[in-house]
């Protein structure tokens, strides 16, 4: 009796315990409540993880593209990601990657619309800021639904006043048109009523929206068959629709291009006048380890002593070949894959050495430790190259290590002022007014030409013979300002989760993957059974448990 009586005593006191974090309805009648539920909004945008990543695409879209390899200790390590790489061995039924991204997306999701209606229930008058935060916050929803519409293209799409008992009978079963228009109009209301100049560095602003929306309308512009996945058209007016928000950002005067394209990938430039809008990170902050992103917490190299681990997210031999350049200091668009690129003599696009881990070169812009073979997990299976944008040298400030992975604050950029620029090339070059792309291109490739500066050796010699010129107006025809954009882009965002995504807009995925794939299983033998079945493989299947969830209410993406 008496131990009963301790023990119903300890009860009643843990019951009467209010955990930290935890809010009642009762708590969120303050502004300074409810704009905590805006800043946890913004936290969800980053929060995902190694196997549901919702903000780093380097298994989506760098390694479902020709730009890199899984890596990692061999096919198995991680496999769901060798089975995006080999395309036909995804299934609905993958809970890690396919399954577990979606339901991370939709957290974000609730967390926007959760704080919606927080900020809906309070006045003008009781809460100031209340056009602005609504306009963030929808910013924010669009911002996952665009991502849930690149990965899976048919999704539900529902606001915050939907009950839960209304979520359920929300269909994907959407037109491609109205489920961009429906994710448009969030953008919209955030363009119509957000401000120019935020207070702080991390919120939204108008022209942030402006750029979103703009990235928005150029996949829309793409006009994709419903069954085939197939564009069949590309609409001039929502292209239009591109020129004029791209010119609105870029008019604006706050925004440029960094002098060196490093500083897109250091902590210690970040949020500078390139970045239009990041998730922001934070380290030594008072928490135990930080607000740290953990979504490239693979793919540091693995040998190397300063690491230990995982050597994940390896650069393929096709993008290395797409560096090189021809006399003129331009790419080789049809011969660069021909051969296996000697680095020792070819001249290449000086972006190689801020992408590439290269045996010999310096790797982060660490000349004192350059980057080794030795420093690679699986060479037999993988290669010699490995990737660096998205890693952080462990002396960085921004670098934590947690067990056996890595972590880093460097904040993560959603859009750049060089994406603005390229998306205004590309609507030019479709509308047929392609002089006007040119000097928007040419912008990126002389930056690009001139970020050197930390390239070096300790000898004070460049690890590479550098030949990189822009453009000129002779023979600039639509035909080959088309190959030129698209050969900038993929050079520009290389393993930064972009290329695959751009495939499939332009409707080139099938035959470029596949040409890939036909060169580069004689390289790499790991990809001997790999194959890109168009009509199915741009986009991710619907989980399966999603569709058992709902009682068969979400229909099945064509081909799974």
């Not at 100049?197 to 929206?209: D, F, G, I």
């Not at 009509?535 to 969830?549: K, V």
């Amino acid at each position: 009796m008496l131990s009963g009586l301790i023990v119903l005593g300890s009860c009643k006191k843990a019951l009467d315990y209010t955990p930290t974090g935890v809010l009642s309805s009762a708590d969120l009648k303050s502004t300074a409540a409810i704009e905590g539920l805006v800043t946890a909004a913004y936290a969800a945008i980053g929060n995902g993880d190694m196997i549901g990543p919702i903000y780093s695409n380097w298994a989506y879209g760098s390694v479902r593209s020709d730009d890199a390899y899984k890596g990692g200790g061999g096919t198995g390590d991680v496999g769901e990601v060798d089975a995006l790489e080999h395309y036909n061995l995804v299934t609905p039924s993958m809970d890690a990657f396919v399954s577990r991204t979606w339901k991370n997306l939709f957290k974000s999701i609730s967390r926007a619309n959760v704080a919606l209606r927080a900020v809906n229930s309070l006045t003008d008058a009781e809460f100031p800021n209340k056009n602005v935060r609504l306009a963030e916050l929808r910013f924010l929803r669009a911002h996952s639904y665009f991502t849930m519409k690149l990965l899976y293209k048919n999704i539900p799409i529902f606001d915050e006043n939907a009950s839960s008992d209304d979520i359920l009978k929300v269909s994907n079963d959407l037109s491609n048109e109205d489920s961009w228009n429906k994710i448009a109009a969030d953008f919209q209301f955030a363009v119509d009523n957000l401000p120019t100049n935020q207070p702080q560095l991390a919120r939204a602003n108008k022209y942030a929206a402006q750029a979103y929306l703009a990235r928005l309308r150029l996949f829309q512009a793409y006009e994709q068959d419903a069954a085939t996945h197939h564009v069949t058209n590309i609409n001039k007016t929502r292209l239009q629709e591109v020129v004029t928000l791209t010119q609105a950002v870029i008019s604006s005067g706050k925004y440029a291009l960094n002098n060196d394209i490093a500083d897109n990938f250091l902590p210690e430039t970040e949020n500078s006048a390139e970045s239009v809008f990041a998730i922001q990170f934070t380290i030594n902050d008072g928490t135990t380890a930080g607000r740290l992103n953990y979504e490239d917490g693979l793919n540091y190299p693995h040998g190397a002593p300063q690491y230990g681990c995982c050597g994940f997210h390896a650069a393929s031999q096709n993008l290395v070949n797409a560096f090189t350049t021809d006399a003129n200091g331009l790419p080789n668009f049809n011969t660069f894959n021909n051969t296996i690129a000697n680095l020792a003599t070819a001249t290449v696009d000086t972006r190689i050495d801020h992408t590439v881990g290269i045996d010999g070169h310096p790797y982060k812009y660490d000349n004192t430790k350059p980057f080794s073979n030795s420093w690679v997990r699986d060479p037999g299976v993988y290669g010699n190259f490995h990737t660096m944008r998205n890693q952080q040298l462990s002396t960085s400030s921004s670098y934590f290590k947690n067990g056996p992975f890595m972590g880093s604050a460097k904040n993560y950029d959603v859009i750049r002022y060089d994406d603005v620029l390229l998306m205004q090339a590309e609507a030019y070059i479709e509308l047929g007014q392609q002089a006007n792309a040119l000097p928007l291109i040419n912008q990126i490739r002389n930056r690009a030409a001139a970020s050197t500066a930390r390239l070096k050796k300790l000898d004070g010699t460049f690890p590479s013979n550098y030949n990189l010129k822009p453009y000129t107006s002779a023979n600039w025809t639509q035909d080959y300002a088309r190959n030129a954009l698209q050969w900038e882009r993929r050079l520009e965002f290389a393993t930064e989760g972009e290329r695959f995504f751009d495939l499939v807009r332009w409707g080139i995925a099938a035959t470029t993957l596949n040409d890939y794939i036909t060169i580069e299983k004689g390289r790499r033998t790991f990809l001997a059974t790999a194959k890109f079945t168009a009509g199915r493989d741009e986009y991710l299947p619907i989980p399966q448990s999603e569709i058992t969830f709902t009682n068969g209410l979400y229909k099945q993406n064509p081909g799974y």
